[in-house]
């Protein structure tokens, strides 16, 4: 773009230089300038390129950065794309030295991400953010959630509503663990703190008392 506003590297005069600078600033300069910091506040974290990527920044406190930690990260990119360097040179021979530069610092920035504990690189260290994969690897079968045939259902338990998400979520994973080791103990103890707390009386076995809070869940769930 640069070339086509000013006819080339090496014929670039003075008045050209001033008649072509507005609108350079207003199309090449901002835009490159603020994109970024832009889309990613817009955009929760993601660009475009992150969002085909599929990745995106969050702060490492938990959930999406604060306005500060999107500028202190965006202002680190000064070293990792020499962006002023571009508007001092018009030569065919400062645009390899350019793209040289570009190349070096880029390779830095590599480096850094490749060494940190989380990949980060120096704007997410000092911001405390880190890029993250957003593609999620669990399936519904990974969740709480179970396939309740409603018609005729009978609920056992209604107590189990008195449970909270994390409750259940324990029960699922405990329930999920049992039948990859078959350690009975803490299946036994789960339950015993279930019936304590919601004072419930049953003859099933724990496991299967634990299946069938499960479903009671799932289908009062639904119905709420």
Known sequence: MKFIYYGGYDSVDIDT????MGIDILTISLPMLLYSLVTEVIM???TIGKRLMKIKVISLEGGEPTLGQYLLRWMFKAYEWPFFFGYAFFSKGMVVAYVI???ILGGIVVLTVAVTKKNQRLGDLAANTAVVNTKSILTVHDTV???I???GYKVTFPEVLKLTDRDINTIKNVI???????NSIVINKIASKIKDALQLQTTLYDIDFLEKLLEDYNYL????
Do not use: P, R
């Open 17 to 20: 230089l001033k008649s072509h």
């Open 44 to 46: 929760h974290g993601q």
């Open 101 to 103: 530069i570009t190349l």
């Open 145 to 147: 959630f179970m396939n």
């Open 149 to 151: 045939e409603s018609q």
């Open 176 to 182: 999920n663990s049992f039948y990859q080791n078959h």
């Open 221 to 224: 769930a639904t119905k709420e």
